[in-house]
């Protein structure tokens, strides 16, 4: 890989270890799926990249809520009731009943922020200052490049 794809792949990483320690400051941790689904990647194509961080499809909910299912019917809130008893009892909550909660959300979905989750999973980690800090290092190691190419030129011309 090249310098900058090595650049890529170390701040992906470093983004990875912030989003886990987001998620965690945050008390989001339950069955641990968020973070074992984080899967930093970059792929290089001569001077094209393409970086990121593949997630697990739930992100998108502990970042943003979800809405109704469109599916209402009683075995979706059974569904839903089984993941809720998983999730109480990894957090210890005891004051919600399940089935009512489960209906619920089937029923209006899930806002966030909210009393479990106050926001911001993903979002306090991947932003605009992230992605200017990630810029500004790319400009350094293109620029660094480029210096050495035309140093590298300028004396073989005045040889």
Known sequence: MSELGDLLRTEM???KSQLVTQY??????ASGDYEKALEPYVKEDGLNFKAGIMGAPHSRYMEEGRGPNKD?????????????LEWMKV??????????AARKIVREGI?????????????GVINERWLEDIQGKIL??????YLD???S???SVAV
């Open 13 to 15: 990483d470093r983004t």
């Open 24 to 29: 965690d400051a945050l008390g989001l941790r």
């Open 72 to 84: 209402q019917s009683r075995g979706m809130i059974a569904f839903i009731y089984v993941k809720l």
């Open 91 to 100: 957090k210890g909550i005891t004051d919600i009943n399940p089935w009512m």
């Open 111 to 123: 806002t966030v922020p909210n009393q479990h989750n106050k926001g911001g999973v993903i979002s």
């Open 140 to 145: 350094d190691v293109q620029n660094a490049t």
């Open 149 to 151: 190419l035309v140093t």
């Open 153 to 155: 030129e300028l004396k």
